[in-house]
Structure formats: structure tokens, C-alpha cells
Nanobody
Framework: QVQLVESGGGLVQPGGSLRLSCAAS????????IGWFRQAPGKGREGVSC????????YYADSVKGRFTSSTDNAKNTVSLQMNSLKPDDTAVYHC???????????????????????WGQGTQVTVSS
């Protein structure tokens, strides 16, 4: 059974850091890309990042570029999202999702379709507030 489980969310002050994890089971990440998406209250879902475990390509939305970094631990079959310099606007439920399209370099601010991602985790809440 294909499953993704996110963890690591919580409450953090502005300027702080959190590290989210996305643990995969039922499949190996070797031939997938993992995307991170977030949804704030009253807003649509936003694509945040993508990392390909096939060719190492990555994509980051302009809103998080330079602050967020995604990485893969193949031994643990886990993808992490390191989030630094957090802002209140980063408050959202964060989901990871898997895609068979292994080239994250194909994405841009204008093209990052959720339809490319077929398996989704349940989400983890990130709240940035003083």
C-alpha cells in the first residue's frame, strides 16, 4: 500500500526554523519526485517545492526560495523540507505528494500542476506566530 506520512510541524516564532519529514512506504523513492504543497486558511493550495530522487533536480517557489531546502534520505525512504527564516505567511497545512514525473526542473511559478502528483500525505500544520 502506497503511503506518505508527514511529520515535524508545529508552532514557531517568526524567524525560526522547522524541519518537515515525509516518510514513504509501499514504494521506493528512487523513481519518484516528491513535491511539497501548502494550504493556508481561506486560500488555495500552493506548490512549494519539488525534489527528484531520480536525477536530483529541484524546484522552489519564489516565495520560499533561499529559505526552504528539500533533501532525500534514501536509507530511510524519507524526504525532508528544511524551513528557515519562517514568516507568518508560511502558516499553512503542508502536504507531501509523490509523482512519477521525475524531472522537477520542468516546473516554474506558472506551471506546477497538482495533477502530476498522485499520492498525498495527510498533512502537518505549521504555524508561525509570536
Amino acid at each position: 500500500q502506497v503511503q506518505l506520512v508527514e511529520s515535524g510541524g508545529g508552532l514557531v516564532q517568526p524567524g525560526g526554523s522547522l524541519r518537515l519529514s515525509c516518510a514513504a512506504s509501499g514504494f521506493t523513492l528512487d523513481y519518484y519526485a516528491i513535491g511539497w504543497f501548502r494550504q493556508a486558511p481561506g486560500k488555495g493550495r500552493e506548490g512549494v517545492s519539488c525534489i527528484s530522487n531520480h536525477d536530483g533536480s529541484t524546484y522552489y517557489a519564489d516565495s520560499v526560495k533561499g529559505r526552504f531546502t528539500s533533501s532525500t534520505d534514501n536509507a530511510k525512504n524519507t524526504v525532508s523540507l528544511q524551513m528557515n527564516s519562517l514568516k507568518p505567511d508560511d502558516t499553512a497545512v503542508y502536504h507531501c505528494a509523490a509523482s512519477i514525473f521525475m524531472d522537477c526542473a520542468r516546473y516554474s511559478g506558472r506551471y506546477f500542476p497538482e495533477a502530476d502528483f498522485g499520492s498525498w500525505g495527510q498533512g502537518t500544520q505549521v504555524t508561525v506566530s509570536s
